[in-house]
């Protein structure tokens, strides 16, 4: 069992900051992704940025330049840096984590966290 606990959300004018953390805990072997995707209302989830085990980034287009993912391994934990922040980064965000169970090197899980909501206002 794995579970993901999010925090860093709130309300913040247009140009703002704003840092997302997420933490995973329970029967984790091993991490092999962690993630950021948001969804606002009437609109898909959409990725924001990942990174991976071996370190590489990858970042959606309207967030390149803006956002920063990073990781601490030790602590299971993935962060979301947000600057410049826009009223259009407006959205619930999600954390995502995936990898393989404690109990089975090759049983995976693809766990989401509760959402936190970012308001940026103009």
């Known amino acids: 069992q794995v579970q993901l606990v999010e925090s860093g959300g709130g309300l913040v004018q247009a140009g703002g900051s704003l840092r997302l953390s997420c933490t995973a805990s329970?029967?984790?072997?091993?991490?092999?992704?962690m993630g950021w995707y948001r969804q606002a209302p009437g609109k898909q989830r959409e990725l924001v940025a990942t990174?991976?085990?071996?370190?590489?980034?990858n970042y959606a287009d309207s967030v390149k330049g803006r956002f920063t993912i990073s990781r601490i391994d030790t602590k299971n934990t993935v962060y979301l840096q947000m600057n410049s922040l826009k009223p259009e980064d407006t959205a619930v965000y999600y954390c995502?984590?995936?990898?393989?169970?404690?109990?089975?090197?090759?049983?995976?899980?693809?766990?989401w966290g509760q959402g936190t909501q970012v308001t940026v206002s103009s």
């Open positions: 990174t991976n085990a071996g370190g590489g980034t």
């Open positions: 329970g029967s984790i072997f091993r991490i092999v992704g």
């Open positions: 995502n984590v995936r990898g393989y169970y404690s109990s089975s090197a090759f049983m995976t899980f693809d766990e």
